[in-house]
């Protein structure tokens, strides 16, 4: 809500602005210099920039083609139809569809002229700049939003560490048919919420962006699809194995410690220990736990993943600084 708030007071203010400045200059049509600063104002700095190019250059193109088909064939419907159907095969081909109807509306004014003088075509110009000068100038305050992108991480990090405390609980237990895959739903939410909002943010940067909360990101999107094939194992585990419990205490251990500032250091030596320790069990008896066995060893497997992901994560955001 609040958002929406500041959105609609800036593009009502930009949208006033243009008007103004071109009542200013004495401009006909001076209502349009609003509807192109309100058309102007996209959601980020770049979109908005790189927007305001391709309707500047489909505005050359427009003129141009107007210019022709009015002299051609007069300043009317036929004169303006003609026009039309080139510009908008133009845009097509262009990738400026955006810039389509902006674009035409002001050269409709030259029908309301019926000429196309150099006080006319100024008159024209200058609502095209006036709008979207004042539309680049509105969204120029845009700043990368850190709040909300640590709320949004800070819930996908909780989100993971729910899983893990899931996993450490419903491991032990033989009977998993209540251990549905639920959770993921929530931890989905969070990381496109937090990717949104990340790719937001680094479309308001003009400079060298700053890419940590996309590559952060992207690096619980990989855990999170490792912990998704941990779940698969688990849920097929129904024995006890003597390792069982220790592997069960290590995945509760990575919850609490779970944390954006953890290097991982400690869990991996850890990781290192218990697997040691893994080794040194006695081989399994029965079928069914040498099974069991043998999928623990791949849960194992999915852990050390787990961490490494981490790990290199925490190397290249110290080689970034």
Same mark, same amino acid.
């Given at each position: 809500m609040k958002q929406s708030i500041t959105n609609t007071t800036k593009i009502f203010l930009a949208a006033m602005a243009a008007i103004l400045a071109a009542e200013l200059l004495s401009l006909d049509n001076s209502i349009s210099a609003g509807i192109v600063a309100i058309l102007t104002i996209l959601p980020t700095k770049k979109e908005t920039i790189r927007t305001a190019v391709s309707r500047f250059l489909a505005f050359v193109i427009a003129l141009l083609l107007a210019a022709v088909s009015f002299h051609l064939f007069g300043?009317?419907?036929?004169?303006?139809?003609?026009?039309?159907? $080139?510009?908008?095969?133009?845009?097509?081909?262009?990738?400026?569809?955006?810039?389509?109807?902006?674009?035409?509306?002001?050269?409709?004014?030259?029908?309301?002229?019926?000429?196309?003088? $150099?006080?006319?075509?100024?008159?024209?110009?200058?609502?095209?700049?006036?709008?979207?000068?004042?539309?680049?100038?509105?969204?120029?305050?845009?700043?990368?939003?850190?709040?909300?992108?640590?709320?949004?991480?800070?819930?996908?990090?909780?989100?993971?560490?729910?899983?893990?405390?899931?996993?450490?609980?419903?491991? $032990?237990?033989?009977?998993?048919?209540?251990?549905?895959?639920?959770?993921?739903?929530?931890?989905?939410?969070?990381?496109f919420l937090a990717e949104e909002m990340a790719r937001t943010n680094y479309a308001n940067q003009f400079r060298k962006g700053d890419t940590f909360d996309l590559r952060y990101i992207d690096m619980r999107r990989r855990q999170r699809h490792v912990l998704m094939e941990m779940y698969k194992l688990i849920r097929r585990i129904h024995s006890n194995p003597p390792t069982l419990q220790r592997i069960a205490d290590f995945l509760k251990q990575i919850a609490d410690e779970y944390d954006a500032r953890n290097d991982v250091r400690k869990l991996l030596a850890d990781f290192a220990a218990m697997w040691q320790e893994m080794k040194e069990t006695p081989l399994p008896v029965t079928r069914e736990e040498f099974e069991d066995r043998a999928r623990l060893f791949a849960l194992m497997q999915d852990i050390e993943e787990f961490l490494q992901i981490k790990a290199e994560f925490y190397q290249e955001a110290v080689e970034h600084k």
């Open positions: 300043f009317g419907l036929t004169g303006f139809l003609i026009y039309l159907a $080139p510009f908008i095969f133009v845009c097509q081909i262009m990738g400026w569809a955006s810039a389509m109807a902006m674009d035409s509306v002001i050269i409709s004014h030259f029908l309301i002229f019926g000429s196309m003088t $150099p006080e006319h075509l100024g008159n024209e110009i200058l609502i095209f700049v006036i709008g979207v000068g004042i539309g680049i100038a509105a969204n120029l305050s845009l700043r990368k939003n850190e709040a909300d992108m640590k709320r949004y991480r800070d819930e996908a990090d909780e989100q993971i560490r729910s899983i893990l405390r899931r996993m450490s609980e419903r491991l $032990p237990l033989e009977d998993k048919r209540d251990y549905n895959g639920d959770c993921f739903q929530h931890l989905d939410r969070a990381i």
